[in-house]
T-cell receptor, first 113, second 112 residues
Framework: GENVEQHPSTLSVQEGDSAVIKCTYS??????FPWYKQELGKRPQLIID?????GEKKDQRIAVTLNKTAKHFSLHITETQPEDSAVYFC????????????FGKGTKLSVKP | DADVTQTPRNRITKTGKRIMLECSQT?????MYWYRQDPGLGLRLIYY???????NKGEISDGYSVSRQAQAKFSLSLESAIPNQTALYFC???????????FGSGTRLTVV
C-alpha cells in the first residue's frame, strides 16, 4: 500500500527565514498531494494542495512543488512568521482507493521571533 | 468550523466498555472518514465511507466498527475499549471529485 515519508520531524527557523518540508510517496497512482497545518489543540486545516498534472503551485508565502518521477513533493514557506509555528502534515491519495489520504507523520515547525 | 461536528469532545472510559463517537456534517459531502492521531505517528485511517451503503476498512480497523446512518452521519464504535486506543480521533469529509478534507474538531478519548 501507499507509504508517505515526511522529513524533518522538527524544524526550527528564525522569523523571516524560509522553511522547507519534504515528503516522499510510494504509490505511483497517487494523484493528489495536500498539505495540512495543525495548530496546538486544533484540527488540521488544508493550506495548499497540488495535483499530479502540475509541478508547482503558489499561494502568497507558501508553495508546493511536485516531482512525479522521483515521487517527492515539498512545502516551502518564505518569510516565516511566529504564527506559522504549528505541525504540518503532507498526504497523498492512496491510488487504489480513489480518494483516501495517507498522511506523513508530521513536522513540528517552530518560528523564533 | 461547525460544518463537521464531533461528539463528545472529550471522553474517559474504562477498559472493556463499549463507546461510540459520533460525527455529523452539514457540508453535503458524500465521503466520510475516521482517523486517529497519536503523537509522532501522524493521522492513521480507521474506516471510510464513500456513500451511505459503502463501508471500507482502513489501515488500523481492528477493534473498531462504524455505522453510516445517513449521508450526514458517520459513527465510530469501540466494542471493548483498551488502553492503547487512547488517542485523538478525527472525523473528516470530502466531496467525490475533490479530495481536500474538512476535519471535525476531534474527540480526545482516554481509556483507563
Amino acid at each position: 500500500g501507499e507509504n508517505v515519508e515526511q522529513h524533518p520531524s522538527t524544524l526550527s527557523v528564525q522569523e523571516g527565514d524560509s522553511a522547507v518540508i519534504k515528503c516522499t510517496y510510494s504509490d505511483s497512482a497517487s494523484n493528489y498531494f495536500p498539505w495540512y497545518k495543525q495548530e496546538l489543540g486544533k484540527r488540521p486545516q488544508l493550506i495548499i494542495d497540488i495535483r499530479s498534472n502540475v509541478g508547482e503551485k503558489k499561494d502568497q508565502r507558501i508553495a508546493v512543488t511536485l516531482n512525479k518521477t522521483a515521487k517527492h513533493f515539498s512545502l516551502h514557506i518564505t518569510e516565516t512568521q511566529p504564527e506559522d509555528s504549528a505541525v504540518y502534515f503532507c498526504a497523498a491519495t492512496h491510488g487504489g482507493s480513489q480518494g483516501n489520504l495517507i498522511f506523513g507523520k508530521g513536522t513540528k515547525l517552530s518560528v523564533k521571533p | 468550523d461547525a460544518d463537521v461536528t464531533q461528539t463528545p469532545r472529550n471522553r474517559i472510559t474504562k477498559t472493556g466498555k463499549r463507546i461510540m463517537l459520533e460525527c455529523s456534517q452539514t457540508k453535503g459531502h458524500d465521503r466520510m472518514y475516521w482517523y486517529r492521531q497519536d503523537p509522532g505517528l501522524g493521522l492513521r485511517l480507521i474506516y471510510y465511507s464513500f456513500d451511505v451503503k459503502d463501508i471500507n476498512k482502513g489501515e488500523i480497523s481492528d477493534g473498531y466498527s462504524v455505522s453510516r446512518q445517513a449521508q450526514a452521519k458517520f459513527s465510530l464504535s469501540l466494542e471493548s475499549a483498551i488502553p492503547n486506543q487512547t488517542a485523538l480521533y478525527f472525523c473528516a469529509t470530502s466531496e467525490k471529485d475533490n479530495y481536500g478534507y474538512t476535519f471535525g474538531s476531534g474527540t480526545r478519548l482516554t481509556v483507563v
